[in-house]
């Protein structure tokens, strides 16, 4: 299975302040298509995750242009440029590259 | 608006099988993989499987052995089945539109709790 390691496992941020994470894969991410299936979500508490981020670095319907994604290969990256009090949760990298699909451990993030 | 709804026990006993479906509503149900994902108390998230409207599945190596998907397009339904739970296997189980970019549509979540 390809592992994807997250870091940090937390982090504390003060409000408005940029934050950032990465998520590292055992193997390349590039699809025989060309394209990098590595996606971002947010799971705020008791709530199912939602999707940020896809294939990278687009961002969905309706997700602030706080969150940005970036990076290739096996090195990925997702930035909110100024954290606000509705970003409190956690946020995991997925890859749909490979089979199985696997997660990253998750990223909590808090707020200050 | 694609929406998923689930269902299922949430109470088992070791050794019982766990059973859930999800009904899809809005959208196509035959374009796509329909998948599980579940997530113990307190933990992170672990892909199950997923199946098309064929009945063509992809199940995760380590559940390979327990799990199996089923489908019924005329009620563009789907389930899952979990074979000899353990306590291990608690956690909120969730469906969701299966594809490459990620999960985009997810059910609300199922908790199901195995204990005697």
């Known amino acids: 299975d390809v592992v994807m390691t997250q870091s940090p496992l937390s982090l504390s941020v003060t409000l408005g302040q940029p934050a950032s994470m990465t998520c590292r894969s055992s193997?390349?991410?590039?699809?025989?298509?060309?394209?990098?299936?590595l996606n971002w979500f947010q799971q705020r508490p008791g709530q199912p995750p939602r999707r940020l981020i896809y294939?990278?670095?687009d961002r969905d319907s309706g997700v602030p242009d706080r969150f940005s994604g970036s990076g290739s290969g096996t090195d990925f990256t997702l930035k909110i440029s100024r954290v606000e009090a509705e970003d409190v949760g956690v946020y995991y990298c997925i890859q749909g590259t490979h089979w199985p699909r696997t997660f990253g451990q998750g990223t909590k993030v808090e707020v200050k | 608006q694609v929406h998923l709804q689930q269902w299922g026990a949430g109470l088992l006993k070791p050794s019982e099988t766990l059973s859930l479906t999800c009904a899809v509503y809005?959208?196509?149900?035959?374009?796509?993989?329909w998948g599980w994902i579940r997530q113990p108390p307190g933990k992170g998230l672990e892909w199950i499987g997923e199946i098309n409207y064929a009945g063509s599945t992809n199940y995760s190596p380590s559940l390979r052995s327990r799990v199996s998907m089923s489908v019924d397009t005329s009620k563009k339904q789907f389930s899952l089945n979990m074979r000899s739970v353990t306590a291990a296997d608690t956690a909120v189980y969730y469906c969701?539109?299966?594809?490459?970019?990620?999960?985009?549509?997810w059910g609300q979540g199922t908790l199901v709790t195995v204990s005697s």
């Open positions: 294939k990278v670095s």
């Open positions: 809005n959208g196509s149900f035959s374009n796509y993989y």
């Open positions: 193997q390349s991410l590039v699809y025989s298509d060309g394209n990098t299936y």
């Open positions: 969701a539109r299966a594809i490459l970019t990620g999960p985009d549509y």
